[in-house]
């Protein structure tokens, strides 16, 4: 597995959604790439921070913007 193809899995892996041989390829990688274990623990912190925010906390008209702008995104 390169850095590009963990990238695009790593919600998968996070969700516990991989096969088996996916999750292993994964796990291999985060061994020998010090950049990727760091983008891994990155994405861990940014959700559960973003994890935290009540809908209350966000203003209606920025929670709209932020959902129309995602809405599409894979």
């Known amino acids: 597995m390169d850095c590009n193809e963990l990238v695009e899995l790593v919600t998968a892996y996070l ?9 292993a390829r994964f796990d ?7 950049g990727c274990e760091h983008y891994l623990q990155q994405f861990r912190t940014t959700v559960d921070t973003l994890g935290r925010i009540g809908d209350d906390a966000i203003e209606p008209a920025f929670r709209d913007r932020l959902l129309d702008a995602f809405r599409d995104w894979r």
């Open 15 to 23: 969700d516990g959604s991989l096969d088996p041989d996916t999750r």
């Open 28 to 34: 291999v990688h985060l061994v020998e790439c010090d």
